[in-house]
Each structure stands twice: as C-alpha cells, then as structure tokens.
C-alpha cells in the first residue's frame, strides 16, 4: 500500500493566501467562533443536537467544530449550514476518539506496542483513519504519546507504555498512518497526538493528579514521543489537564509556546482537552471563566474543547486590551489553515451511501487478526506446555473466556458485540466441541457467590487448564485507575483452587495494564499476556495456544512485583548506592538502595517476551570504538534460531552514557529491529545510532551530547544481551 504521507508541517504560499483574505473578512465574533469545540450530543443522536438549537449556532459562524459525532448524515447536516448559510461558509472540521481503531477494533495501544512493529501499527492507523473518515470525521484524537512508568494509571492502556524512544517510533507510525493522503472523501485525516504534556507522571498514578518533574525530564522524556509525532507531520496537538510542576498544560507558556512555538517553529492547531479550560478553576490558577480564557489565549491554546470560556470571555477580553486581537488572529489563522490544507472547502460532504462498505472490511479483520498476534506476550512457557496438542482435554475457566464485550478495551467508541471472536470461538477452530467443558468460575471483578466448585470438577476430568482472567475494559482508560493490581474480584482465589488439583494451567491473562501477579506467575506453567486484543482476541489467543501463530511481542512497560515497587522501569537512574544487582535485597547488604522485602527488579522487565522457538545471540562487532560527534555508530550482532521453529525475534539495542554533567539512566534504548528468521536461520543485525542522538538535556537545559565512554548492549531485552563499550571524543 503506497501513499502519499501528508504532512502538516510546511506552509503552502497558496494556503496562506486564503487564509489571510478569509481572516480579513472576518468579524471578532465569527473569529472566536472558529476557536469553539462543542459536543458530543448524548446521546449522539438528531434529537439531542435538536433540542440544543445547534442549527442556529452554525449559522452565525459560533462553532468551528464538534466533537464525536459519527453519525453521517448529521455531520452532512451540520454542515450544509455552515457551508451553504452561514455568513462566510467555513466548513466545521469533526474530531473523535479513534483510539485503537474505529469499527474494526484493534488491541489497545499499549498492546500494539508490544508488537514492536511500526509498519504494522502504520497500517492499522491507516485503517482506522479510512472507517473514520467514511463516516464524516477528519480529525482523529490520537495517537496518544504520553509515557507512562505507572500502571496504576488507567491510561496506560493508551500508550506505548514505558519508553521515550519506542514512543517516539509509534508515535511516527501512528501519524502517518492517519495522515496518509487518498480517502475516500477526497479530504485527508489531521492526527491529534496527546496530551500534550506530561499526564503520564500523574502522583500516585492517579488520573489527572498534579505532576511535578523538571524541565529537564520534561525534555528528555515525556516530549520526545510529541517532537516525532510533528516531525512526521501531525497537525494537531491536544493540551493535557495536569498541571505542571505548578502551571496547569493547558495555560502553560513554556509548553504553549516557548517550546512548541519559538523552539520548534511548529504552525498547527493546539486543542485543549474536555473543557480543560474551565478546569483551570478548580486547579486554582484561574478565579473564574473569563481568567481561563485569557490565561489560556496569552499561553498559546488555539481552540477549546467543550467549555465555554472562549465563546463566553474572548470578546469582552479583547475589547478591555487584556487579550491582544493578534492572538485572536493567529489562534484563528491556524484552524483556518488547518480546514484549507484538509480540503474541507473543496469537499466539505460525507457520501453517506458509503459509510458501510467502507466499514470492517475482510481486509482490515485481517489486520485486526495480525495485530493482535503479535501484540500478545507470552511470559512464560514452563517445560514447553505451549503451544498445546489439539488432543489436549481443555477445562476452559475463567471469566473472560467466554467475553466480547472487555475485548474492546477502554477506548472503543464502536462496540458491536457481534464484531468480536471470543477465545471459546478461537478455540473452536483447533478443536471438536466436545473437547473442552467451560466453566467462568468467577466474574471479572464483583464478589459474588463463585462456581469455582464446578471449575474444580471440570479442571480434574482435563489435561490441561487453560485459565482466562483478568480485568474488564473499563478497569483501564480515564478516570480508572487502581491500587490493587493484582486479579480483581475472586480471580485469584479460583486460580488458588485450580492450582490445588495439580494440573497444569495455561493461564492467558487479559488486561489494560501491567499487572502484579507474582502469585499466579508461580501457579500458571504458561502464561500469556493477552491484553484486550480488540475484535479478533479470540482467535489470536487460539492460534497462539495451538502453535499457528509464534509469539513474538515484547513488554513495553514492566510488571512490577509489588504495588510498592511503582514505577519500576528499566531506564532508572543508578543512585549514589546501587544495588549490586537487581535481584538484590536489603539484609544482604546496608546502605544500598534497595528494599527490604522485594528486589528491586520487575517481576517481567521492559522488552521481554518468549518465544515457540530459541534465538542466540553472539558476535557483537563494534565497527568503530572511537567516534566524533559528527560519526554514526555502527554495532552488529548475530542472531540465530536454534530452535525448530520459525518466529520473529525483537532484537534491541541499549547504551549508557558513563560518566556526564547530568547523571544518565543505567540503560536507553536506542534501536530495535523485528526480525523473521526460520529454523537453523542466522542474521547478523546491523544497527546504526547517530552520534548526536546519543544526548540529552544538560545544565544549561540545551541538548548536549557529552564526549566520554558508553556501554552498549544487543539483546532480546533490557536485562540480557552482548555488551561491548564505546567512546566519543
Ligand atoms: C480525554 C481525551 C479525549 C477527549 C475527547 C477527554 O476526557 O482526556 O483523551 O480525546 O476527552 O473525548
């Protein structure tokens, strides 16, 4: 699939020229009006929008934009007055929530990482934009880049997990896999990363709470995801409702515009997020509606999502001198700008006739299929019980075994249970009907009287166990997040019962986020981190027991422990008083910085994953150990599989910067290479890391890269690999 790749990123002469001859037509009002996000109408129907008179809004050239609504024939309504009655015809743009896919419904974002596979994920991001944009909308919110080392936070579940520089490689995948030009509609889909910036480090891992790091971890982490989604072309950026470090993201200047603006020189749109505007109130920087729209304006936010502080303040702001016209002008120049370089003036219309052919086609199933097989991290296989014999007698238990609906995930605005293959139905493709009994066992999160009794009986007339638990959806996403992260409701104490009988238990386990499961890690002989892997789950979870698919995805955050442990990630700083290892606790050894009860390690770290087969690594070859700033490193390793089947190995790259003015993380990965290889196969991976991508954010709060020594490491995670070492002069 060749496409045009539409970025946003350069200003067309032509473009520029409407825009300014549209602005000098315009009055202040109809200016503002271009600012207004409304919606969504619950619910999302013709009588709700109605009822709320939006016609009249249109008209008068009030609103620039609304907000998930998928039905086509009223974006064509709403449109047709914009286009055909309002004053100066400017079209209205429609933004929505396409997540992890729009009708055809892929794994959650954090499991699409896991594939490690950016040309996958391009692909997916393209389907997603071509269902999107059949039914009207041309603005999708997403990807979500925010870096997130706390599982606790819900929102996990829509990232790429853990990881600046993986982020950065999704994020680029996801972007162009939005923009690329040639829809249907004649119009081309703007990406809308976000939530610009830091909602990741939310305390305590609580949603929306205060986040406080320094503009140093501002720069070196939680931006370089949102740098490559506007080098790739983005054209639209979401403003993120935590504060930071004291200045809510929303009305923050050094996010808004010193670094967005006058460091990157970046033209697009910045959209705040639901009414996180107003919420400059309660956050306590703004006394009222009116100080949150000048606050906001003055930062740098060009449109406001569902409050009303800008339609309801911006005028009178203007009038006083407390908001300077030209900012008005410059917010509105940019939506302008953006609605032009869509090509919603030229084809401001949805085709309603061909919203369903457009819609979960055979093909994207397919995708859908793809992707949730590689997403899927098998962590532990004991004794080789993976992949099963289709001879095997299966007591299929637990409650997600027979589910479609948390199969969607936390982030699914399309849930058409019908779409989705549960794993009983996957199952039912290796398997006669008669070999396997089902029995839940428990529900996924209430207490409620168990059937675990009936589990046992059926678990002790099986081979095997293939145990099926895990959170619903909509234990993951915004405004869920948890403490305990373990198995929710009786989950645990089912587990308990089956691994009493002795026999073996294959457990796949579904969730939004990692979970501690140390307990059931020990029970399980084999377990599989299934995610909620969209429509195709169920088939996904088959083909992978069964042996027809090889797992090949690699975690993109860790599994803590312990709750306590959190964050635990594997780009931390070493401290003054490192363990001497990770596995080490404290009572070995005082004065180190450690625990007492729990080493200090995950229980599964970053980048880990099995495999059906054995990859071994040998041969690392530096070619050059001494570089200039100028110079790229070139290091190499040879990867064989030794094993009797064919897979796909995650081959990953991490360096440390020794010694530096700033103390540097223990590991960073620096490169990755997704390899297939078949039995007896060998592939020497070649990696190539440019000398100048090797820095970070110094004293002066520039990016520097510091001559000096560095480790390098080629391995299967950010535990393992070859280690050979460098130097830059
Ligand atoms: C979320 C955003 C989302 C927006 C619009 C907000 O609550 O934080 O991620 O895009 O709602 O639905």
């Known amino acids: 699939m060749e496409h045009n790749i539409g970025t946003y990123n350069d200003l067309d002469p032509d473009t520029e020229a409407r825009v300014e001859s549209l602005l000098a037509q315009m009055t202040l009002p109809e200016k503002i009006g271009q600012l207004v996000q409304i919606g969504p109408f619950a619910p999302f129907d013709f009588e709700d929008y109605q009822a709320k008179n939006m016609d009249e809004l249109i008209r008068s050239g009030r609103v620039s934009s609304f907000l998930n609504i998928t039905i086509p024939h009223l974006i064509n309504h709403c449109q047709r007055i914009a286009v055909e009655e309002s004053r100066l015809g400017i079209p209205i743009i429609v933004g929505s929530d396409v997540i992890h896919g729009y009708r055809t419904i892929f794994p959650i974002p954090l499991a699409e990482a896991c594939t490690w596979n950016p040309a996958l994920l391009e692909r997916a991001s393209r389907v997603a934009a071509e269902e999107a944009s059949a039914v009207g909308v041309d603005w999708i919110f997403a990807p979500m880049v925010d870096v997130a080392r706390d599982p606790r936070w819900g929102r996990i579940a829509e990232g790429a997990g853990e990881d600046p520089f993986l982020g950065m490689a999704m994020a680029r995948a996801r972007v162009r896999g939005f923009q690329a030009a040639d829809l249907s509609s004649g119009r081309r889909i703007v990406a809308c990363p976000k939530h610009y910036v830091g909602y990741g480090a939310a305390e305590g891992g609580r ?104 339609p309801d303040h911006l005028a009178e702001l203007v009038a006083a001198g407390d908001v300077p016209l030209a ?73 997600l075994a027979d589910n479609r609906l948390d199969m969607f995930g936390c982030w699914s605005l399309q849930t058409h249970p019908e779409d989705v293959e549960t794993v009983l139905e996957g199952l039912a493709a290796y398997l006669p009907a008669d070999a396997w009994t089902h029995v839940p066992g428990c529900p996924i999160r209430d207490t409620a009287p168990t059937d675990i009794a009936a589990a046992v009986a059926a678990a002790e007339e099986a081979d095997v166990v293939l145990l099926v638990v895990g959170e619903s959806a909509d234990m993951s996403g915004e405004a869920h997040s948890r403490t305990h992260l373990g198995l929710p409701g009786r989950q645990q104490e089912l587990a308990d019962a089956l691994a009493a009988t002795g026999k073996p238990i294959v457990c796949v386990i579904m969730s939004g986020r990692p979970l501690v499961i140390p307990r059931l890690a020990g029970q399980a002989q084999a377990l599989l981190a299934a995610w909620h892997a969209g429509i195709r789950a169920g088939r996904a979870v088959a083909d992978i027991l069964f042996g027809a698919a090889n797992p090949s995805g690699k975690l993109t955050a860790s599994w803590p422990r312990a709750e306590g442990q959190i964050p635990v990630y594997y780009a931390h700083k070493n401290t003054g008083q490192p363990a001497a290892d990770a596995d080490m606790k404290a009572f070995a050894a005082v004065f180190k910085s450690v625990y007492l009860d729990e080493p200090n390690s995950p229980l599964f770290p970053f980048g880990f994953g099995l495999s059906y087969t054995q990859f071994d690594y040998a041969d690392l070859r530096i070619a050059q150990p001494t570089l200039k700033l100028g110079d790229t490193l070139v290091v190499s390793a040879t990867v064989t599989n030794s094993g009797d089947r064919a897979g796909a190995e995650i081959v990953q790259l991490y ?18 290479q997704k390899i297939h290889l078949q039995p007896g196969e060998q592939r020497i991976v070649r990696f190539e890391v440019r000398v100048a991508d090797l820095g970070f954010t110094g004293r002066d709060m520039r990016y520097t890269v510091e001559p000096g020594d560095f480790h390098v490491w080629v391995g299967p995670d950010s535990t393992r690999g070859l280690a050979g070492a460098f130097s830059v002069s």
């Open 207 to 310: 949603d929306y709470n205060t986040t406080d790091f320094s503009e140093r971890t501002l720069r070196d982490v939680y931006l370089p995801p949102f740098k490559a989604a506007f080098d790739a072309g983005a054209g639209t950026v979401m403003s993120a409702f935590n504060e930071i470090s004291g200045v809510p993201a929303t009305a923050n200047p050094l996010i808004l515009t010193t670094i967005l603006r006058d460091e990157w020189d970046w033209p697009g749109v910045v959209l705040s997020d639901y009414e996180s505007v107003r919420h400059l109130i309660p956050h306590g920087m703004a006394a009222n509606l009116k100080e949150a729209a000048r606050l906001s304006i003055l930062a740098g936010l060009d449109m406001e999502m569902v409050s009303s502080a800008y």
């Open 655 to 672: 360096v440390r910067d020794r010694v530096g003015s700033v103390t540097r993380p223990v590991k960073e990965l620096k490169g990755f």
């Open 327 to 399: 900012a008005v002008d410059e917010a509105t120049r940019r939506v302008l700008r953006l609605k032009f370089r869509l090509g919603l003036f030229e084809n401001p219309y949805t085709d309603e006739s061909l919203a369903d052919a457009l819609i979960l086609r055979p093909d994207f199933r397919a995708l859908a299929l793809e992707v949730a097989q590689e997403s899927m991290v098998l962590l532990k296989n004991e004794g080789n019980i993976l992949p099963l014999s289709p001879q095997t007698r299966l007591a299929v238990i637990g409650p």
